[in-house]
């Protein structure tokens, strides 16, 4: 009886598992049919025209109608941030950069990324040095600061080939 019990309950706790997971398993993707003489533009629009999406005024790409056209380019390697207070490491900040360009520019992003990354590292040593990461280092006006200053180094290291940088990991870890 001793051994039998463990059994039992291995044999019910990996019932239990598989009850769980095909119970909680997500819906099937929906299987969307693209005309094989056509675009697919009239199907897109039936489409989303059944689903009754709505417009949103506020929504940046109907605004610019390039947006479509940009590309997001990830930079490799995260960025690591000493964050020094009397010639003492407090904490290492840790962020995630991709910058926003015209299409087909991807190529020329990373041809010239080492550069990219002196620019950006450079600013963002100086925004540690000033403070910018103590505290509540996420807050909208901080991280506003940080973004713009990356926006000018981007520009000043690349040209008009970058239309924005954006920061999208960031974390803090004190030592």
Do not use: W
């Amino acid at each position: 009886m001793k051994k039998l019990l463990p059994i039992l309950l291995a044999l019910i706790g990996v019932g239990a598992g598989i009850g769980a997971g095909v119970m909680l398993r997500p819906p099937p993707a929906e299987v969307v049919e693209i005309q094989p003489c056509g675009d697919g533009t009239e199907m897109a629009k039936a489409a989303s025209h059944d689903e009754g999406e709505a417009k949103d005024d506020g929504d940046e790409d109907a605004a610019d109608p390039d947006a479509a056209l940009r590309e997001y380019v990830k930079l490799n390697n995260q960025f690591v941030v000493p964050v020094v207070t009397e010639s003492k490491v407090e904490a290492l900040v840790v962020l995630s950069l991709s910058v926003e360009v015209g299409p087909g520019q991807k190529e020329q992003v990373y041809a010239r990324e080492p550069k990219l990354r002196d620019a950006f590292l450079q600013v963002l040593f100086d925004h540690a040095n000033m403070g910018g990461f103590r505290g509540a280092f996420t807050n909208a006006n901080n991280m506003d600061v940080l973004r713009n200053a990356l926006n000018e180094a981007a520009h000043k290291a690349i040209g008009d080939t970058i239309s924005d940088v954006l920061i999208t990991e960031i974390a803090r870890q004190d030592v």
